[in-house]
């Protein structure tokens, strides 16, 4: 086989294609249950059609794009469902990682960057700065899965906080309780500073717990998850 075509900077074109399509669907650009198809996104991506072609079947392997015969594909809506059971395997998931991570040695100086990059936004008022707050939420928490170790779990966390940021950029991230829960980043630091792993596990769980609530009472309120309403 032939070698793909490759960007000045030696990034094959089809994973440009899927970094930028890949971004547009967690930022809702591409908004869930939105109907697209390939001219359409060779047109306003600028991209072109092997690599769009391409980028599209690792989206659609990740399930975040459904083919849709003669129609085009469909951007994965939000389901309350897939929401609930992403936060059930984060909580069996994320909580150990913290404790072992407690045990190790972690770039403390990026973790509270980080932490008060976000403290800084306390109310995000475009999507711009929606974008840095949640960019930031989700490398503090990889910056301490990674001091795991285990490039397997770092996989499996990464796409399940992708996952969830589909919903904070979708609007979830206004909710009056979000940046309460962005002040459990300072707590965590902390703990995994005094090497306290049982304290880090446990405030890793009851953090997530808040976040599922946030979730739930906006979905409750009629937040729409999917521009037709939340699924159930």
Do not use: W
Not at 38 to 49: D, H, I, N, V
Not at 176 to 194: C, M, N, S, T, Y
Not at 207 to 215: A, E, F
Request: glycine residues 6%; hydrophobic residues 40%.
């Amino acid at each position: 086989m032939g070698r793909l075509a490759k960007s000045k900077n030696g990034e094959r074109l089809s994973d440009q294609a899927f970094n930028v399509l890949h971004q547009a669907i967690t930022r809702c650009e591409l908004a869930p249950g939105q109907i697209v198809s390939e001219p359409q996104l060779e047109e306003t991506f600028a991209l072109g059609k092997v690599s769009i072609r391409l980028a599209i079947d690792r989206l659609i392997q990740l399930q975040l794009v459904k083919p849709i015969h003669r129609r085009g594909f469909e951007i994965a809506p939000i389901l309350v469902a897939d929401l609930r059971e992403t936060f059930e395997l984060r909580r069996i998931v994320e909580p150990p990682c913290f404790g072992m991570a407690a045990q190790r040695s972690l770039d403390f100086v990026a973790l509270k960057k980080l932490d008060l990059l976000m403290l800084s936004h306390p109310e995000p008022v475009d999507r711009k700065t929606e974008a840095i707050v949640i960019d930031a939420n989700r490398e503090f928490h990889l910056t301490i899965i990674r001091g795991c170790g285990n490039d397997r779990i770092t996989s499996l966390m990464s796409k399940i906080l992708s996952d969830i940021d589909r919903a904070y950029y979708y609007g979830l991230m206004r909710h009056p309780k979000f940046h309460r829960i962005q002040q459990d980043h300072g707590l965590i630091v902390k703990a995994l500073e005094d090497r306290d792993a049982e304290k880090a596990e446990n405030l890793a769980r009851t953090h997530i717990d808040q976040g599922y609530k946030i979730v739930m009472d906006a979905v409750l309120m009629g937040v729409s998850l999917t521009g037709k309403g939340a699924k159930l």
